[in-house]
């Protein structure tokens, strides 16, 4: 028997709840920049503790990405640098996406990095180095992975960096 109707659903590209409402890859630097804002607004100076809280906000704000679970990372990473020809204590919060060409296949990543650097101290150059990642989409916890990362920045929450450097990188 035949129904008084067909329900025919056509699929004309993946979709998931809400990502077209979100902001796209190019505009990331502009949130980043826009979050240091409101922290240096509230503030005379631009702490750690208030970069940090900044980058949490911009770590949980999603972007228009391709939906992969490595299109859209986190990358926490800190240590002893000489970047920009003196060596620096160097606290490296990064958020890399992955770029697709028109086939849908890899074809770069762009990385938006607020880097705060401090002049070395014996207990900095203690710290060593670590790095460690972050991947919307993997089923790991986010909220959980930031408190894990903010316990690294224990020494440094109430400190002033001497430099703050928010940039895009291809890479």
Same mark, same amino acid.
């Given at each position: 028997?035949?129904?008084?109707?067909?329900?025919?659903?056509?699929?004309?590209?993946?979709?998931?709840?809400?990502?077209?409402?979100?902001?796209?890859?190019?505009?990331?630097?502009?949130?980043?920049?826009?979050?240091?804002?409101?922290?240096?607004?509230?503030?005379?100076?631009?702490?750690?503790?208030? &970069?940090?809280? +900044?980058?949490?906000? $911009?770590?949980?704000?999603? /972007?228009?990405? %391709?939906?992969?679970?490595?299109?859209?990372? @986190?990358?926490?990473?800190?240590?002893?640098?000489?970047?920009?020809?003196?060596?620096?204590?160097?606290?490296?919060?990064?958020?890399?996406?992955?770029?697709?060409?028109?086939?849908?296949?890899?074809?770069?990543?762009?990385?938006?990095?607020?880097?705060?650097?401090?002049?070395?101290?014996? &207990?900095?150059? +203690?710290?060593?180095? $670590?790095?460690?990642?972050? /991947?919307?989409? %993997?089923?790991?916890?986010?909220?959980?992975? @930031?408190?894990?990362?903010?316990?690294?920045?224990?020494?440094?929450?109430?400190?002033?960096?001497?430099?703050?450097?928010?940039?895009?990188?291809?890479?």
């Amino acid at each position: 028997m035949l129904q008084p109707y067909e329900v025919r659903v056509l699929i004309h590209e993946p979709r998931r709840a809400g990502v077209h409402d979100r902001p796209l890859i190019e505009e990331t630097l502009d949130v980043l920049r826009a979050e240091l804002e409101v922290e240096l607004l509230a503030k005379v100076e631009l702490t750690t503790r208030a &970069a940090w809280l +900044a980058f949490m906000r $911009f770590a949980r704000q999603r /972007f228009t990405t %391709a939906p992969t679970p490595d299109s859209d990372g @986190l990358l926490f990473q800190y240590g002893t640098y000489a970047f920009s020809g003196r060596p620096m204590f160097t606290v490296d919060l990064t958020r890399q996406f992955d770029i697709s060409d028109d086939g849908g296949e890899h074809d770069h990543h762009v990385q938006i990095h607020c880097e705060l650097r401090y002049e070395c101290k014996p &207990a900095l150059d +203690a710290l060593g180095s $670590f790095n460690s990642w972050f /991947f919307h989409d %993997a089923d790991a916890d986010l909220d959980e992975w @930031l408190a894990a990362m903010e316990g690294h920045l224990e020494l440094l929450l109430a400190r002033v960096p001497s430099e703050i450097d928010v940039y895009e990188e291809p890479v």
